[in-house]
């Protein structure tokens, strides 16, 4: 039987194993061994999705300082300094605004008040002289003799007694009026003495806190009081007290006055301590000794020095 070929069975014999293994040691000589780097590679990116763009966000600025002038002088701030500085500046031109209105206000209304004030002044003084004419003329009418007018011109009689009532009902209206004038001022200046009052009341405890207490301010009024009518000050004008700078004044005086008494009560008490009467020649004794001793030196030493502390006693 016959072998199957090399090609139909895909084997190699001796010499073809050996012919192959011989053409795989040698070396290949069609390859460049450096060969030429190309440089330039279009390297194509991958097809992406199409997104839409973002926009990068900006960095963030630094705060850097503004300079502006406040009274002549350049002064740095950052935007947000300024910024505060701008609404602050904003409030207080708020503020100021409704201060400057409330101010006009109350100036216009003041104007208002005086301006009403002395128009009812000039109503007042027009209501007096026709007061004081009415009051004359009725004065002159009551000489007339009515009876005789009666007998004589009756006509006339019933002309002065319409005369006489008009007068006399102007002259009830023209006192009422007075009156409803007089009643209005009363009440303004009691309304202006009980603001004043009590203005002068938190001046008084702004300067004297301690009068904040019910009773201790009782008790230094009440001294106060005494005290001034004691430097005889009437009841009346001690009770018509109303400025607190008097009441501050007097209080000084009571205090001041009251240390003094007390500094002489003091002093009266202390006795006068005894003199001590010294005998003549007592302090003599240790002079001498000094004395003796800085001789006694000097003539055993002789020396400049214990002569000068010898000379230095005796004076």
């Known amino acids: 039987m016959d072998n199957p070929s090399s090609e139909s069975t895909g084997s190699l014999d001796l010499n073809q194993a050996a012919s192959a293994l011989s053409n795989l040691m040698e070396p290949i000589k069609d390859i460049d061994p450096n060969p030429p780097v190309d440089t330039e590679i279009d390297v194509k990116p991958p097809e992406t999705e199409d997104k839409p763009e973002v926009e990068a966000e900006a960095p963030e600025e630094e705060d850097a300082g503004v300079t502006i002038q406040v009274d002549g002088k350049d002064v740095t701030l950052t935007k947000a300094e300024l910024a505060e500085a701008y609404k602050n500046g904003l409030r207080q031109a708020d503020y100021t605004k409704k201060t400057m209105e409330a101010s006009e206000l109350r100036k216009s209304a003041e104007q208002e008040t005086a301006k009403a004030r002395q128009e009812r002044q000039a109503y007042a003084e027009n209501l007096n002289r026709m ?48 009156q409803v004038i007089a009643e209005q001022q ?8 009980q603001s004043f009052l009590q203005q002068q009341q938190q001046e008084l405890l702004a300067k004297l806190p301690g009068w904040k207490d019910a009773a ?15 430097e005889g000050y009437a009841e009346e004008d001690v009770g018509n007290i109303a400025d607190h700078k008097a009441v501050i004044l007097a209080r000084k005086a009571m205090l001041y006055d009251q240390m003094i008494s007390k500094a002489s009560a003091a002093a009266k008490k202390v006795a006068p301590l005894p003199q001590k009467v010294e005998r003549p020649g007592v302090n003599e004794a240790p002079s001498m000794d000094k004395r003796g001793a800085a001789y006694q030196r000097l003539s055993k030493s002789g020396s400049i020095q214990d002569a000068a502390a010898l000379f230095s006693s005796i004076l």
Request: hydrophobic share 35%; charged share 25%; aromatic share 4%.
């Open 131 to 178: 007061s004081v004419q009415l009051e004359a003329v009725m004065q002159q009418q009551q000489q007339t003799d009515m009876n005789a007018l009666l007998e004589s011109d009756p006509v006339e009689y019933l002309k002065q007694q319409h005369l006489w009532q008009q007068r006399q009902a102007q002259l009830q209206q023209v006192n009422h009026q007075r």
């Open 186 to 193: 009363n009440a303004e200046q009691q309304q202006a003495r």
């Open 216 to 230: 201790k301010a009782a008790a230094e009024r009440e001294a106060l009081r005494t005290y001034l009518k004691g």
